[in-house]
């Protein structure tokens, strides 16, 4: 189960927005973490560890920059939710273990809500609306709750399954 509060974001969030090209030269993602989404007042001033961002479609669009997934999870991002996902981005961000979830609504949650995320539902604990997400395929759920693929492989490695 994740919970949260809600972090809002629009349609065709890109990767130079979570973390600006500039900032790229920083020698590690410690360093470029607190440029995360520097030019979105929401994320600056309200953001807390823990919380979930929530967005509309295409969520991650533009190169295929790790480094964008990895200063959200450094900062504390317990999940991002969004209509969609753009494919690198959601394949890095699993990578790394970073719960991604689809829902086809996320667009109807407000800022600041209350969200709790419990198997293949979604519940607004502010509105109390209820939400269907596509539940992660199994193997991909592993990776992720393994903390990445690194860990997730390393596990497999020393239970003889690699």
């Not at 470029?32 to 520097?38: H, I, K, L, N, T």
């Not at 502010?126 to 860990?151: C, H, K, M, N, W």
Request: with cysteine.
């Amino acid at each position: 189960m994740i919970q949260g509060k809600s972090i809002t974001f629009g349609n065709n969030i890109d990767t130079d927005q979570i973390i600006g090209a500039q900032h790229l030269i920083l020698p590690s993602i410690a360093g470029m973490a607190p440029f995360a989404f520097e030019h979105h007042d929401n994320f600056t001033t309200r953001f807390t560890p823990g919380d979930i961002l929530v967005a509309g479609e295409n969520f991650g669009c533009g190169s295929s920059r790790e480094q964008a997934p990895a200063v959200l999870k450094h900062r504390g991002v317990a999940a991002v939710v969004a209509r969609s996902f753009a494919r690198i981005f959601f394949r890095n961000a699993i990578n790394l273990g970073l719960p991604l979830i689809v829902c086809a609504q996320a667009a109807e949650i407000g800022e600041l809500a209350g969200i709790t995320i419990n198997g293949d539902r979604l519940c607004d604990e502010t509105t109390g609306r209820q939400y269907g997400i596509e539940p992660l395929p199994p193997f991909i759920a592993e990776i992720v709750a393994s903390g990445g693929i690194v860990p997730f492989l390393r596990r497999k490695r020393l239970s003889g399954l690699v």
